[in-house]
């Protein structure tokens, strides 16, 4: 009889050291999927509205990656400290020009069918340099430009220009929060 209590204590100290082993392994594997798997970004500023807003949390993954065309994703540049976050309009060995008259992007001569975008470029003579376009996209780079072209700083413009694969972060897959618009990017 008077080992039971013994016993039930030694129960208890088992349960505790499985719950608490359970709890560190669940936080190293968090940990390593979070830091090497996928990355919370916040969206900062109205670059890619509507696809995405203000203040969004955005999942990101670099995981097995290749970019492409249509692709929104997350890069850095050396010169800022805020991560972008953009469409791929154009990849290596395309050219993108534009045209003034129409305010539209031109990928290899045709005009981009964007039913993504906010709203038609207006004041593009601010942004549009004639010596900088047409662009021909370098290996492993890409001209990446914001959903909202009017209220974006993006590959149109020489400061950022195209961007380089080791640059990008990762894709923009899930949107995370608010709740409200939890959803697929």
Same mark, same amino acid.
């Given at each position: 009889?008077?080992?039971?209590?013994?016993?039930?204590?030694?129960?208890?100290?088992?349960?505790?050291?499985?719950?608490?082993?359970? #709890?560190?392994?669940?936080? =190293?594997?968090? &940990?390593? /999927? !979070? %830091?090497?798997?996928?990355?919370?970004?916040?969206?900062?500023?109205?670059?890619?509205?509507?696809?995405?807003?203000?203040?969004?949390?955005?999942?990101?993954?670099?995981? #097995?990656?290749?970019?492409? =065309?249509?692709? &929104?994703? /997350? !890069? %850095?540049?050396?010169?800022?400290?805020?991560?972008?976050?953009?469409?791929?309009?154009?990849?290596?060995?395309?050219?993108?020009?534009?045209?003034?008259?129409?305010?539209? #992007?031109?990928?290899?001569?045709?005009?981009?069918?964007?039913?993504?975008?906010?709203?038609?470029?207006?004041?593009?003579?601010?942004?549009?340099?004639?010596?900088?376009?047409?662009?021909?996209?370098?290996?492993?780079?890409?001209?990446?430009?914001?959903?909202?072209?009017?209220?974006?700083?993006?590959?149109?413009?020489?400061?950022?220009?195209?961007?380089?694969?080791?640059?990008?972060?990762?894709?923009?897959?899930?949107?995370?929060?608010?709740?409200?618009?939890?959803?697929?990017?």
């Amino acid at each position: 009889m008077e080992n039971q209590p013994l016993e039930k204590k030694n129960t208890r100290a088992n349960e505790l050291y499985e719950w608490v082993e359970m #709890l560190v392994l669940a936080l =190293v594997v968090v &940990v390593f /999927v !979070f %830091t090497f798997l996928l990355r919370v970004v916040t969206i900062s500023g109205p670059s890619m509205t509507p696809t995405l807003l203000d203040g969004q949390r955005v999942i990101v993954s670099n995981f #097995l990656y290749e970019p492409k =065309v249509g692709d &929104v994703v /997350v !890069f %850095t540049l050396r010169e800022q400290s805020e991560p972008f976050i953009k469409r791929i309009i154009a990849t290596e060995g395309q050219t993108v020009d534009f045209d003034p008259d129409t305010a539209r #992007l031109i990928v290899d001569g045709r005009p981009l069918d964007e039913p993504y975008i906010n709203e038609v470029m207006s004041d593009s003579h601010l942004w549009y340099n004639e010596s900088y376009f047409p662009v021909t996209v370098g290996e492993d780079q890409y001209f990446a430009c914001g959903d909202n072209r009017n209220h974006s700083w993006d590959s149109r413009y020489q400061a950022v220009g195209v961007v380089d694969r080791e640059e990008i972060v990762g894709r923009a897959l899930l949107v995370l929060f608010p709740f409200s618009d939890f959803g697929l990017v």
